[in-house]
Structures are given as C-alpha cells and as structure tokens.
C-alpha cells in the first residue's frame, strides 16, 4: 500500500508540474512578458508580440471555424513569446534557457496526452504567426 501511495504522489506531482510548464504559453504570461516589454521602452517588440498574437488569433478562428482543425495554443504562444523574446534579449544564455522551457512545454503536452496533430499544428501556427509578424513590422519600419 505504501508503495502504490508513493506513486500516485510521485503521478500528482508529476501532472502538476506539466499542467503549470504550460503556463508559460498562456494568455497572462503574453500579457507580462508584452508588458514587460513596454516598460523597457522596447516598443518594437510589443508591436511584434501583439500583432503575433492577432495573428495567431485569426489563423485560429479560420482553422476552427473553417477548416475545422484545432491548435493547441499553449504551444503557438509560447513560440511567439520564445522567438521575439530571444531578439530582444539576443542573449544565447538566456536563448538556451528559453528553448529549455520550450521543449518542457512540448514533452509536457505528449506526457498530458494532448492530441499530436493539435500540437504539431499549434507549433506550425506559433511559427508562421511569428514570422508573419516581424515580416509585417520589418517592412513597415523601414
């Protein structure tokens, strides 16, 4: 009985910490670390983060409501959030570090048993929302 009872702490423990790594693709970790931005006077980011995130958001009603393919989105934002945070920074310690946190959202959704397609997809449309927007604001401030 002891044994059996360590394992489900040990399988609690282990749910927890996979439910929290997918914080860091949430909504209000997007809001903090856009506003994060903003208070370093790093507006180009803040532009390239939120039109990220518009982006993201209308690739998603079209997949949904369209073509009636689900994302998941933890995913999409947390590579929007790894890609312009890694040039604000241009840091490659704190680059290695953020892919760390990205690849513990990724094992963490496979270990939730969260669909493979949704989360392939929610990569796909992380990056191409990415890219989309700092092709967007690139060509515009120049």
Known sequence: MKKENQKTKLKNWSNEIARDSLAIGSIPMFIIVTARAGIGNYYQ???EILLAGLILFF???????????????????????????????????????????????????FYL??????????????????????????????
Do not use: C, E, W
């Not at 009603?61 to 241009?90: E, G, P, W």
């Not at 048993?113 to 401030?141: A, E, F, M, P, T």
């Open 45 to 47: 980011y803040v532009y």
């Open 59 to 109: 690739f998603h009603i079209f997949s949904v409501y369209l073509i009636k393919i689900k994302s998941q989105n933890h995913i999409a934002r947390a590579i929007i959030l790894f890609i312009f945070t890694s040039l604000l920074y241009n840091d490659v310690k704190f680059t290695i570090f953020i892919f760390f946190l990205l690849i513990i959202i990724f094992v963490s959704l």
């Open 113 to 142: 048993k969260y669909n493979k397609k949704q989360i392939l997809y929610g990569i796909l449309l992380g990056l191409l929302s990415s890219l989309v927007s700092y092709l967007i604001l690139n060509y515009l401030l120049k």
